[in-house]
């Protein structure tokens, strides 16, 4: 079981990569923030766009740093049966996933434009796997 919970967390590092790319590569604002906006009239300066590429980059920075660190956990020390190690990577992953389902589920009930929420539940539920099988490992 230990060897799937290494594979469930190198996956769970995985989208965060995906996502970290969405975020450097993809449109600003993000095609869901432009809807918003535009459901509130909303026209964005250029240094309105310019903040949120920063936020954009920085977000994908912390995505690219917590999928370093779980990958990295993963194949050293969750790897070797280390349960301080599947405990932060349940920690760490458990946090990001409750703020990367939280907040965009609220913004969809708000504006009934579909956000990624979905995304963030389902990291969560990778990472949760994850933890459950290492524990049972």
């Not at 349960?83 to 913004?107: N, R």
Request: aromatic share 8%; charged share 10%; hydrophobic share 60%.
């Amino acid at each position: 079981m230990l060897i799937l919970a290494v594979i469930l967390n190198c996956l769970a590092a995985g989208m965060l990569f995906w996502g970290a790319a969405q975020y450097t590569l993809g449109s600003v604002p993000a095609d869901y923030h432009a809807e918003i906006l535009e459901k509130e009239g909303v026209e964005l300066s250029p240094h309105m766009i310019g903040i949120l590429a920063s936020l954009y980059r920085s977000l994908a920075a912390t995505m690219a740093a917590l999928g370093v660190m779980i990958l990295v956990l993963s194949l050293g020390p969750v790897a070797q049966d280390a349960v301080w190690a599947q405990g932060t990577v349940a920690m760490a992953g458990s946090l990001f996933a409750a703020a990367a389902t939280l907040g965009p589920l609220a913004i969809e009930g708000e504006t009934g434009v579909r956000t990624p929420w979905r995304a963030g539940l389902a990291f969560g539920g990778v990472i949760f796997a994850g933890f459950l099988l290492a524990l049972i490992g």
